[in-house]
C-alpha cells in the first residue's frame, strides 16, 4: 500500500473519530440540560438563615442586587462575611502599634 493512500486512510479515521467524538459530547451536554432542567431545588435558604442569622428578605434583596449588577440569572446559596465588625480599642492598639515603627525624622 503506498503511503499517500495510508495517510488519507489514516487522515480519515481521524476525521471520523472527531465527529463521533463531537456527537457524544454533544449528547452528554444534553442529558446534562435536560437534568438540570428537571432537578428540584434543595432547600439551601432556611441552612443559610440559621448560620448567618438573615432572614429570607435579605438574602432575596442580595440576589436581587447581584442579578442587576451581573445582569444574568444569579442563585445565592451562601453569605458570608469578609471581615468581622472590629472594636475601636482594637483599631486604636493597632494604630498605636504601626505608628511606634514609623521612622522618626
Same mark, same amino acid.
Given at each position: %500500500? ?9 487522515? !480519515?479515521?481521524?476525521? +471520523? ?5 463531537? !456527537? #457524544?459530547?454533544?449528547? +452528554?451536554?444534553?442529558?446534562?440540560? #435536560? =437534568?438540570? !432542567? ?20 435579605? +438574602?432575596?434583596?442580595? @440576589?436581587?442586587?447581584? &442579578? ?7 442563585? #445565592?446559596?451562601? #453569605?458570608?462575611?469578609?471581615? @468581622?465588625?472590629? $472594636?475601636?480599642? $482594637?483599631?486604636?492598639?493597632?494604630? $498605636? =502599634? %504601626? &505608628? $511606634? ?5
Amino acid at each position: %500500500m503506498p503511503i499517500e493512500k495510508t495517510i488519507q486512510l489514516a487522515a !480519515f479515521a481521524y476525521l +471520523i473519530a472527531a465527529i463521533i467524538s463531537f !456527537f #457524544v459530547a454533544l449528547l +452528554i451536554k444534553g442529558i446534562y440540560v #435536560v =437534568i438540570n !432542567f428537571f432537578r428540584k431545588e434543595d432547600k439551601e435558604a432556611p441552612q443559610a438563615e440559621a448560620l448567618t442569622g438573615l432572614t429570607p428578605e435579605v +438574602i432575596a434583596a442580595i @440576589t436581587a442586587a447581584a &442579578t442587576l449588577a451581573l445582569k444574568k440569572h444569579v442563585r #445565592v446559596g451562601r #453569605v458570608r462575611y469578609w471581615a @468581622t465588625p472590629e $472594636s475601636a480599642w $482594637s483599631r486604636h492598639g493597632r494604630v $498605636s =502599634i %504601626m &505608628t $511606634s515603627h514609623q521612622v522618626k525624622r
